[in-house]
T-cell receptor
Framework: SQKIEQNSEALNIQEGKTATLTCNYTNYSPAYLQWYRQDPGRGPVFLLLIRENEKEKRKERLKVTFDTTLKQSLFHITASQPADSATYLCALGVTGNQFYFGTGTSLTVIP | DADVTQTPRNRITKTGKRIMLECSQTKGHDRMYWYRQDPGLGLQLIYYSFDVKDINKGEISDGYSVSRQAQAKFSLSLESAIPNQTALYFC???????????FGPGTRLTVL
């Protein structure tokens, strides 16, 4: 069956450290992958897109990698801050405009 | 003003009642989506529409119906609500090749 799995456990890290979140998928052939941030009680907000032929994308303190051989994306937040505390969702886009979200990882940055 | 709005924001109803959730957007996007979110299950796609005459079922469409009244409006109906439809419902829009999604603020629905 098709699956998108993110870190099953909540992630707690110390302020200033790098947070690394994983997104693993099976039985999909995504054309691209996106990462979203969701705060409690609010809708997700788009952060970054990476295409299947790209290995890495950066935006300010955010970095995303995409390994289609391993079927995995890693999402890094460097110099993390308490304001980065949220749930982060990955989403796969496949041909035919189909779009699938992972279950999300809760990140807490401890001051 | 918000680009994607949802009404109502909160609703408590009883089993068997008909409920309609409404979504409006000012982004000018052709594609609109309805998702539900349950704790630990992420976002599940209910229905999506790529233009006014196009409606498609998502992963969990049973018990739901939709209407795309105009490019800017997409409504979700629960014909006979049941308790396991208690969830947070999100509307979203997108456009372009890579479908960056823009979400509304959500509707928290409780079915007693």
């Amino acid at each position: 069956s098709q699956k998108i799995e993110q870190n099953s456990e909540a992630l707690n890290i110390q302020e200033g450290k790098t947070a690394t979140l994983t997104c693993n998928y099976t039985n999909y052939s995504p054309a691209y992958l996106q990462w979203y941030r969701q705060d409690p009680g609010r809708g997700p907000v788009f952060l970054l897109l990476i295409r299947e032929n790209e290995k890495e994308k950066r935006k300010e303190r955010l970095k995303v990698t995409f390994d289609t051989t391993l079927k995995q994306s890693l999402f890094h937040i460097t110099a993390s801050q308490p304001a980065d505390s949220a749930t982060y969702l990955c989403a796969l886009g496949v041909t035919g405009n189909q779009f699938y979200f992972g279950t999300g990882t809760s990140l807490t940055v401890i001051p | 003003d918000a680009d994607v709005t949802q009404t109502p924001r909160n609703r408590i109803t009883k089993t068997g009642k008909r409920i309609m959730l409404e979504c409006s957007q000012t982004k000018g996007h052709d594609r609109m989506y309805w998702y539900r979110q349950d704790p630990g299950l992420g976002l599940q796609l209910i229905y999506y529409s790529f233009d006014v005459k196009d409606i498609n079922k998502g992963e969990i469409s049973d018990g739901y119906s939709v209407s795309r009244q105009a490019q800017a409006k997409f409504s979700l109906s629960l014909e006979s609500a049941i308790p396991n439809q208690t969830a947070l419902y999100f509307c979203a829009t997108s456009s372009g090749v890579y479908n960056e999604q823009f979400f509304g603020p959500g509707t928290r629905l409780t079915v007693l």
